[in-house]
């Protein structure tokens, strides 16, 4: 039972995951037309990390990848609910977006800012690795 609710809370996840990388793309190509939820200071911007010289990778923003990181981890999430053996690659996922957690937290040390909606999906990236570690240890 434990199993399923692990698994349960790593869908939420994705979908909480994926509501807040589409909304840093939107906040990537539409920085000004009503600015960002999380622009409080320059210190703590949404809109500096997310237009910054950082913010794209080969012209992509880096907030599309995180739409991808988070869909395919709701996908390799239902497909272990349904009983598929995917339970290394989920693990294999969640520690690839860990790396990119990493870097990306250095990349807001560079820029000396921080972006709240950001660290929202690194945490998420954390509980899903910690939850996903925990799955591959009980199957």
């Given at each position: 039972?434990?199993?399923?609710?692990?698994?349960?809370?790593?869908i939420v996840l994705s979908i909480?995951?994926?509501?807040?990388?589409?909304?840093?793309?939107?906040?990537?190509?539409?920085?000004?037309?009503?600015?960002?939820?999380?622009?409080?200071?320059?210190?703590?911007?949404?809109?500096?990390?997310n237009s910054g010289i950082y913010?794209?990778?080969?012209?992509?923003?880096?907030?599309?990848?995180?739409?991808?990181?988070?869909?395919?981890?709701?996908?390799?999430?239902?497909?272990?609910?349904?009983?598929?053996?995917?339970?290394?690659?989920?693990?294999?996922?969640?520690?690839?977006?860990?790396?990119?957690?990493?870097?990306?937290?250095?990349i807001e040390i560079l820029l000396?800012?921080?972006?709240?909606?950001?660290?929202?999906?690194?945490?998420?990236?954390?509980?899903?690795?910690?939850?996903?570690?925990?799955?591959?240890?009980?199957?």
């Amino acid at each position: 039972m434990q199993k399923k609710y692990f698994i349960i809370i790593l869908i939420v996840l994705s979908i909480i995951g994926l509501g807040t990388s589409f909304y840093l793309v939107y906040n990537h190509y539409y920085p000004n037309l009503q600015g960002s939820v999380c622009d409080i200071t320059a210190a703590i911007s949404c809109a500096v990390v997310n237009s910054g010289i950082y913010s794209t990778i080969l012209g992509i923003p880096v907030a599309l990848f995180g739409v991808l990181w988070f869909l395919i981890l709701g996908v390799f999430s239902w497909k272990v609910l349904k009983g598929r053996t995917f339970s290394k690659q989920l693990l294999g996922w969640n520690v690839i977006g860990m790396f990119f957690v990493i870097y990306f937290i250095y990349i807001e040390i560079l820029l000396t800012t921080i972006c709240p909606l950001c660290t929202v999906v690194h945490v998420l990236v954390l509980f899903s690795l910690i939850l996903s570690l925990l799955l591959y240890k009980k199957l």
